[in-house]
C-alpha cells in the first residue's frame, strides 16, 4: 500500500532564505509525482509535475528532483518571500484497479517571515 | 481559459440529509476527479470520472456516488450524511487521463451538523 510522508509538518523561515521540503514514498511504481500549493481555504495549485522517467523540473525559482529508487523527491525554493507562504502538497500517481490515482501527503505548512 | 468551478461553495447540512455538489472542468478537459480533505485523514481520492464514466473509486462507502454528463460537468452526490462528513470536497480536471497535470478548483466546504 503506497504511503506519502513529508517532513517537516511545518517550517518557519526568514524571507531570502532558501529551503528544501522533502517527500518520501514506499513503492517505488509510480507513475509521477507532482507538487502542489495550497493557500488556507482554497484549492491546490500544481507547481510541478515530474515523470517517473525524469530527474527533475525546474519552475522558476522552484526545482524538484525525484529519486524513485529511494522513493523521495525534494522541493528546492529559491529566495524565499512572504508570498511563498502556504501549505506545500506532494502527491504521486500508483496504479489503483486498471487506473491511477493520486496519493496525497499530509503537507509541509511554511511561513516565509517578512 | 476559465478554471475549474465549483458550487457550491459552502454548505450546511443536518446528519440524514443528502447533498449534491457540481463541478464544471476546464473547456475541453475530459476527465474529472473527485477528493476530500479533512484535518485528520488529508485529501483523499473518491473518484474519476472520464467520458461519463466512472474510471477509478477510492475506499468510500456507496453512499458517495458520482457522475459525468456528456460537457464534462461533473456532480457528486453523499446520502444520509454523518458528522464526519463534513470536509472540503475538491473537483480536479486534467485533459485526458488522471496522471496528466490536474487542475483543482476551489472546493466546496460542507458543514454536517
Known amino acids: 500500500k503506497q504511503e506519502v510522508t513529508q517532513i517537516p509538518a511545518a517550517l518557519s523561515v526568514p524571507e531570502g532564505e532558501n529551503l528544501v521540503l522533502n517527500c518520501s514514498f514506499t513503492?517505488?511504481?509510480?507513475?509521477?509525482l507532482q507538487w502542489f500549493r495550497q493557500d488556507p481555504g482554497k484549492g491546490l495549485t500544481s507547481l510541478l509535475l515530474i515523470q517517473s522517467s525524469q530527474r527533475e523540473q525546474t519552475s522558476g525559482r522552484l526545482n524538484a528532483s525525484l529519486d524513485k529508487s529511494s522513493g523521495r523527491s525534494t522541493l528546492y525554493i529559491a529566495a524565499s518571500q512572504p508570498g511563498d507562504s502556504a501549505t506545500y502538497l506532494c502527491a504521486v500517481a500508483s496504479l489503483w484497479g486498471s487506473s491511477y490515482k493520486l496519493i496525497f501527503g499530509s503537507g509541509t505548512r511554511l511561513l516565509v517571515r517578512p | 481559459k476559465a478554471g475549474v468551478t465549483q458550487t457550491p461553495r459552502y454548505l450546511i447540512k443536518t446528519r440524514g440529509q443528502q447533498v449534491t455538489l457540481s463541478c464544471s472542468p476546464i473547456s475541453g478537459h475530459r476527465s474529472v476527479s473527485w477528493y476530500q480533505q479533512t484535518p485528520g485523514q488529508g485529501l483523499q481520492f473518491l473518484f474519476e470520472?472520464?467520458?461519463?464514466?466512472?474510471?477509478n473509486k477510492g475506499n468510500f462507502p456507496g453512499r458517495f456516488s458520482g457522475r459525468q454528463f456528456s460537457n464534462s460537468r461533473s456532480e457528486m452526490n453523499v446520502s444520509t450524511l454523518e458528522l464526519g462528513d463534513s470536509a472540503l470536497y475538491l473537483c480536479?480536471?486534467?485533459?485526458?487521463?488522471?496522471?496528466?497535470?490536474?487542475?483543482f478548483g476551489p472546493g466546496t466546504r460542507l458543514t454536517v451538523l
Open positions: 470520472y472520464f467520458s461519463e464514466t466512472q474510471r
Open positions: 480536479a480536471s486534467s485533459p485526458q487521463e488522471s496522471t496528466d497535470t490536474q487542475y
Open positions: 513503492d517505488s511504481a509510480i507513475y509521477n
